[in-house]
């Protein structure tokens, strides 16, 4: 198949959970109660808000990952050419990789890095 | 066009167009047959693989030896009632299983099961199944959030942190391995290992690759020792807190896929994919399925393996294996490789 096999397999999956939902529907016993419909907090009722502003660690390792990952995306095309390439592409990157791991090693020193 | 031809089979009594959707219906049919299949198994699997590290006997009793246990779950699971809490996000509470159902599947199209059994063999596949991979943690954060109860939002959110930083270690470590191979597409990858498995080609680099790889790929599949996503005496159940039913099982049976896929990937870069063992079995057609499920089933038990062996990380201690060690290891790893093929010092056959 070519890359029409993308739309077929998500279809397929589409269909597979639209279709298992729709059999679990049919044939699950339905009853209905207020306390069953609370959020689950270890049988307590829930006190506060649950959507709240949520720790800052999280979102320094989400920045810290983007910068990263672009890193990463480059990478991809010159590990596919290396063999071709051989040493421009050896001493090219190795300055790439020089200016990434000051990038990691600032990070470091500034204690991004540092869950706390 | 490569699923052992099905086409030209089904040109041969109807005109190309109802062919070729013929053809798709048949191959999304039969990879969704496998999908639940190895769902199922590979749950009586992980249960029986626990019994035995614990001296126990696991699942016996529906059919020989167990072997339908799951199958009535899962009977179990779509007849259960469908609860859900009023305060939740209804679309995003619903449309998170989609997320990790489809990924899963469209990660589990492009592998090469054996020479003519892959459903779509892209030119870029190993670049698709990270980039396929990390679509995945969506559909987690989604379900998390959605489900408007505190132990969810903590496990997406310790899930999210976790999954994107050992998707650079899983990135990273088979770039490693594409600097050998010179390709992306999984099967001019196995191709290139017919000179030798590429863990044996690469011989240093590619051993401490295989050992980054694995660590970061149980980490990306949220299994212990990295299941704080999901820590059970802290959490309840983590992201999937809300799910029950059938929305629960589609979490569950995409986390064991998942598992599955990472296996699948690493025996597909290091261990030469259906590539029997110096071609021992290489003139008998479809022994290549045999040996990539085989080598991939090795891995999963691997994967089980360290659930047993290794206590559940902090969530500090996880982050820093990930930034302060793998992160730099691979990136002098990747150097150390690209030394070595430049100097042509690789093993070959």
Known sequence: MGSEAIIVFFLAGVVLVAGANFLSNLISPKSDNPQKREPYESGMTTIGPTWVQFKVGYYLFAILFLIFDVEVAFLVPWAVVFGEMGSIALVEILIFLFILGLGLAYAWKKGALKWE | ?349
């Open chain 2, 1 to 349: 066009m490569k699923i052992l031809s099905i086409n030209e089979w089904l040109l041969s009594f109807m005109p190309a167009g109802a062919a070729s959707i013929t053809e798709m219906v048949l191959i999304a049919l039969i990879y969704l047959t496998v999908f639940a299949v190895l769902g199922l198994y590979l749950v009586l699997l992980e249960r029986k693989v626990a019994a035995w590290f614990q001296l126990r006997l696991g699942p016996n009793r529906v059919g020989y030896k167990g072997m339908f246990q799951t199958l009535a779950d899962a009977l179990k699971l779509v007849s259960k009632e469908l609860t859900g809490t009023v305060k939740a996000d209804k679309f995003l509470y619903n449309l998170a299983p989609y997320f990790v159902i489809i990924t899963a599947l469209m990660a589990l199209s492009v592998f090469p099961f054996t020479e003519n059994l892959q459903a779509f063999d892209i030119n870029i596949g190993l670049f698709f199944l990270i980039a396929i991979s990390s679509i995945g943690v969506i559909g987690i954060l989604l379900g998390g959030w959605g489900s408007n109860n505190k132990f969810a939002l903590i496990g997406a959110m310790r899930s999210g942190v976790q999954t994107i930083s050992y998707e650079l270690s899983v990135g990273l470590s088979l770039l490693t391995m594409v600097i050998l191979t010179g390709s992306l597409q999984l099967s001019e990858i196995i191709e290139v290992q017919k000179n030798g498995w590429l863990i044996v080609q690469g011989h240093i680099p590619a051993m401490i690759a295989f050992m980054i790889y694995m660590i970061s790929g149980t980490a990306e599949t949220n299994r212990a020792p990295f299941d704080m996503v999901e820590a059970e005496s802290e959490l309840g159940a983590g992201y999937h807190t809300e799910y029950s039913g059938m929305k629960f099982a589609y979490f569950f049976l995409a986390e064991f896929i998942n598992m599955f896929i990472i296996a699948a990937i690493a025996t597909t870069v290091f261990f030469g994919g259906w590539l029997s063992p110096f071609g021992i079995t290489e003139s008998i057609p479809f022994m290549g399925i045999f040996w990539f499920l085989a080598k991939t089933f090795v891995l999963v038990f691997l994967m089980m393996w360290f659930r047993w062996t290794f206590p559940r990380l902090r969530v500090d201690q996880l982050l820093t294996l990930e930034w302060k060690y793998l992160l730099p290891i691979n990136l002098v790893n990747l150097v150390l490789m690209a030394v070595i093929v430049w100097l042509n010092i690789t093993i070959q056959f």
